[in-house]
């Protein structure tokens, strides 16, 4: 089994910033793809970033990309999702998932994704 854990939300003004890191442990036997994903109230879950973290691929989609970094520490083990210059659309429950190697391990790609998290919240105010 896999297990995935996110830590770090939180509240902040927008313009604010702050950091989410991600955990994959457990039966992993291959270099996995790491996304992270948002779900508001009332719509679906989208892709935010993604990355292969032992070859240092990013991918971030569009409302994002400039203001979010994805990016591994140096044992490769964790994944944080740095966010700067938030704003109120950016409240969410964001997620962090695992997509196995044969992955395209784009953000937009949520049904590759097949170990969630349970979630942290993140809430932007005006």
């Known amino acids: 089994q896999v297990q995935v854990t996110e830590s770090g939300g939180g509240s902040v003004q927008a313009g604010g910033s702050l950091r989410l890191s991600c955990l994959a442990s457990?039966?992993?036997?291959?270099?996995?793809?790491i996304g992270w994903f948002r779900q508001a109230p009332g719509e679906e879950r989208e892709g935010v970033a993604s990355?292969?973290?032992?070859?240092?691929?990013?991918y971030y989609t569009e409302s994002v990309e400039g203001r979010f970094t994805i990016s591994t520490d140096d044992a490769k083990t964790k994944v944080f999702l740095q966010m700067d210059s938030l704003k109120p659309e950016d409240t969410a429950l964001y997620y962090c998932?695992?997509?196995?190697?044969?992955?395209?391990?784009?953000?937009?790609?949520?049904?590759?994704?097949?170990?969630w998290g349970q979630g942290t919240q993140v809430t932007v105010s005006s």
């Open positions: 990355m292969w973290p032992r070859l240092g691929r990013t």
């Open positions: 457990g039966d992993i036997t291959y270099s996995p793809c």
């Open positions: 998932a695992v997509a196995p190697p044969w992955a395209s391990c784009r953000p937009e790609s949520v049904n590759e994704y097949k170990n």
